[in-house]
Structure formats: C-alpha cells, structure tokens
C-alpha cells in the first residue's frame, strides 16, 4: 500500500514546490529577497531527493528527521529574509510529511514547534509590534489546530490502512491453515472410507474363503469329494468376487453387487451367497415399490446388510436371518437386519470395528442406525436412510 501510495506523494511535493518558485518568480520581480527564496526552495529540493525520498522509501527514521530539519529550517530562512513570500504554499507538502515520515508524538511535537517558530519569525520582522501579536497568536494557534487535526487524520488513515493489511495477512494465514486442515481431514476421511470398504469386503471375502477350505478339508477327510468340490468352487467365486471389489474400490466405483442390479437384487444375491456358504438360511424380503436412492445410500444399505450378516456368521451362532428391505415410507428407506442368534447387551463396550463402521455410514447420508438385542434373544439392526 505505502509503495503505491509514494508516487503520489512524490506529484503533491512536485506540485506544490513548483507553484511557490513560480510564485517567487512573478511576485515583484525587482525584490532583494527574491533571489535567496530561490536557492532555499532549491536547496529543500534537493533535500528531499537526496533525504525524503529514500525516508520514504526505507521508512528510515533518521533521513527523515535529517530531511524535515534541513527542509524546515531553509523555509524558516526564506520567511525570514522575505516575508512578502508565498513559500508558505510547501507547508501543504510539508506538514503531511511530517506525519507520514515521523511517528505521531514526535510529528506532534514537530507540529507545535514549527507553528510556534514560524509565528515568532512573523513577529520579529513586524519588529515585535504589541498590536500585531493577538493576530499573529490568532492565526498560528489556527494553523496549530488545523496542523494538528490534519496529522491526526492522516495518522488515522495510515493506521486504518495498516491495521486492514494485518487482518488481510491474518485471513490469508487462516486461509492457508484451513485449507491445511482440509487436506489433512480429507485423507483422514478416505482412510476411514477406505478401511469401512476393507473391512466390509475384502476382510468378510477372506473370512469366507478361510471358512470354506476348512470346510472342503473336513470334506476331503471324510471322503466326500463332491462336498469339498463345492467349496472349492465357491472358494473360487468368493475370490472372484473380491478381486472385482478391489478393482473397484480402488476405482472408486459403486460396490459389485450392485453393478448392473437394482438393490433389491443385490441383497438377493448376498443372501443367496451367505446361505451357501456355512449353512446359515438369509431371506430377502423387499416391501413396497422399490425406488432409486442414488449410488451414496444404496451402498450404505448393501454394505450395512453385509456387515450385519458378517456379525450374525461369526458371533451369532444363528440359524436363520431375515433381511426386509421397506420402501413403503415416503421420506426414509428402512434395511432390518433379525437373526434369532444368542444376542448380546449392546450397552457393552464395542471392541470391534464394524458397528462403528455402520454408524459412520450411516451418518454420511444423514441416516440412523439402532441396534436392538438381549442376550438369549437374537438381534435385530434396523437402518434408516432418507429417500
């Protein structure tokens, strides 16, 4: 802002300097002073090429103390020697000068102690006449005033400009950190995202897979070939299935069950998949006209109905699952999830990971999750989405 605004400070100085030497120029050309008021008004010139300038520009404190002394005491000099003089015209350069160069108290004090010198000059080539010195304390207590109100607002405006740049700065750092944080809760998230997609596929398929060879080697001991056949093909297929799940996850595609299947269908399919497996019965029962949700609340409801069917497998110790998929509401979706397993007290502390898992996704698509259950009693989650 300072280095915009010096141009124009520097075309104030030019215009006003020029304006007393022409007004030197034309005013009675025959006057002894005239000549004197010329070297001064050249020697303040030079000073502020040489010394205000680079005050300016540096904010050095100690060129532009050196400045206003040398340019001050020469135009003290000139209404000394001239007082018909219209140098006066420089204190319209001059005294904002000294508030933009010089801290405010000592450009205040600069103030008073020009004005007041500059009074008693005026005096003393009136020759200390007693009825002139009511005028002239008259005049410079206004050009005080004035002096001091214009420094006063000029200070302002520099400080309002300065205090502006901080909040800008302090906005544009906020900036930088937000967008820092962003970044760092944006890889947070996939993590999570990635390790929920894990866990519901791949680490489920691997499950299975292991359950199933255990199945086809307690099959081959007893010597039932076609039983171990079967669950080696469904080995294969399980595999199958989570190599495409992971070609898609790290695409950053719709879940498989779901490629080229309504919802509906999809469940069907992983019940029928579930059931094959370690003999556990899944129903499918979808009420109401089924309707589009979208990709984001369609794999919350598959991926809920995997991971409860993965719990009912491993913990339950169920027989049968019932998985009723209600689109008969208007406003919400609702997946319930029944098995009539062991049941546990959901009041307990959770050590695993995939309830959470549930709730995280569940709340990504402002939807609810309850669990119900009791020892002895099976349980039943129940998911709501919204339409």
């Keep these: 802002m300072w280095r915009r605004q010096q141009p124009f400070w ?51 404190l100690r060129w532009a103390v050196a400045y206003h002394l040398v340019s001050w005491s020469a135009l003290l000099v000139v209404q000394w020697l001239d007082p018909g003089t219209q140098s006066w015209l420089l204190f319209f350069a001059l005294f904002p000068q000294l508030w933009a160069m ?21 005096w003393a080539t009136l020759e200390f006449a007693a009825d002139s010195l009511s005028d002239i304390v008259i005049s410079g207590t206004i ?31 906020a900036q930088r950190r937000l967008a820092a944080a962003e970044r760092d809760r944006g890889i947070h998230e996939e993590r999570e995202r990635l390790s929920r997609e894990i866990h519901d596929t791949l680490a489920q398929g691997f499950t299975s897979v292991v359950a199933l060879s255990r199945a086809a080697e307690a099959a081959l001991a007893r010597g039932d070939v076609s039983a171990a056949r079967d669950r080696l093909a469904l080995i294969e297929r399980t595999a199958s299935d989570n190599l495409d799940e992971a070609r898609l996850i790290v695409a950053e595609l719709t879940p ?73 509401d208007p406003e919400r979706v609702v997946l319930e999830v029944r098995d009539d397993g062991c049941g546990f007290d959901p009041t307990a502390e959770r050590t695993g990971f995939g309830l959470d898992g549930v709730l995280a996704r569940a709340a990504e698509v402002g939807g609810s999750v309850r669990v119900t259950s009791e020892p002895g009693a099976g349980t039943t989650l129940r998911l709501e989405v919204p339409r």
């Design 256 to 328: 498989g069950h779901l490629q080229s299947r309504t919802l509906g269908q999809a469940l069907e399919r992983l019940g029928e998949a579930v059931s094959s497996e370690n003999g556990l019965r899944a129903d499918v029962r979808v009420a109401g006209e089924p309707a589009p949700l979208g990709g984001s609340a369609e794999v919350v409801i598959l991926r809920t109905a995997q991971e409860a069917l993965s719990n009912v497998r491993r913990h339950a110790g169920a027989g049968r699952a019932d998985l009723t998929l209600t689109y008969e």
């Design 102 to 122: 010089l801290p405010s108290r000592w450009a205040a004090v600069a103030t008073v102690v020009v004005v007041g010198a500059f009074s008693f000059v005026r």
């Design 143 to 173: 050009s005080m005033g004035l002096s001091l109100a214009l420094g006063l607002f000029i200070n302002r405006i520099v400080g309002e400009a300065e205090s502006r740049a901080e909040t800008i700065d302090e906005l544009r750092a």
């Design 10 to 60: 520097h075309a104030v100085y030019a215009v006003v300097w020029l304006a007393a030497v022409v007004v030197t120029l034309v005013d009675e050309p025959g006057r002894s002073g005239r000549a004197p008021s010329l070297v001064l008004l050249g020697v303040m010139a030079l000073a502020y090429a040489v010394l205000g300038r680079r005050a300016m520009t540096h904010a050095d």
